[in-house]
């Protein structure tokens, strides 16, 4: 099933580099049609409405590339902190997708500012991890995920429109998780304090 889906993920970049260099008309319109199926089969996959997978792709213009996802490493003896997604209730790292016109520190920086109301200072980047290295649950897009051990220099945690809550959290005590964005496996690695690229 991950195969099948990681080669949908290669099809449908197929169908978009197609139909974005593509000159001659009617490969257009073949590119374009590869591109309905190939997100059929996708919704079929994961669960998601052909609706919901054709507007998060209608964001998604241009050259088709790996997206970038910051998050933050943040910890406090043997525990992390995590933050509550305010809609699904599930932890994860603080962080999100990066942002254009910001280095990966300075978009990561961000992120914990807006959903932790704190300021910290990027110490080093601890992982970079590779979504599509996952078998646990497909995603439409590849991922890079950076992640980078940081430390608190000043704030308390501020209610915001993302995040109901922030804690420190044991590895052994961990709150239920949004896996698509921090997984407990992750964690471990982190915490592990090793410098990973996950290739």
């Not at 049609?33 to 609706?51: D, F, P, R, Y």
């Amino acid at each position: 099933m991950e195969e099948i889906f990681e080669k949908y993920q290669r099809l449908l970049a197929i169908a978009d580099a197609g139909i974005y260099y593509g000159k001659d008309i009617y490969d257009q319109e073949r590119y374009a049609e590869m591109k309905e199926i190939v997100l059929a089969l996708m919704s079929q996959s994961t669960g998601e409405s052909l609706h919901e997978l054709k507007l998060m792709l209608d964001t998604n213009e241009g050259y088709p590339t790996p997206k970038v996802d910051v998050r933050a490493l943040i910890r406090q003896e043997n525990k992390v902190l995590l933050v509550e997604d305010i809609h699904t209730k599930e932890w994860s790292l603080p962080g999100g997708y990066a942002e254009v016109g910001l280095s990966p520190k300075e978009n990561v920086i961000k992120e914990v500012l807006e959903e932790t109301g704190l300021v910290v200072a990027v110490d080093k980047l601890a992982a970079v991890f590779d979504t599509n290295l996952r078998k646990d649950i497909p995603q439409l897009f590849q991922y890079y995920k950076f992640v980078f051990a940081c430390s608190i220099q000043a704030g308390s945690f501020v209610t915001n429109s993302e995040t109901s809550a922030s804690g420190f959290f044991a590895l052994e005590e961990l709150p239920p998780l949004s896996i698509k964005r921090t997984t407990a496996e992750q964690l471990k690695i982190l915490m592990s304090e090793k410098q990973v690229f996950v290739d």
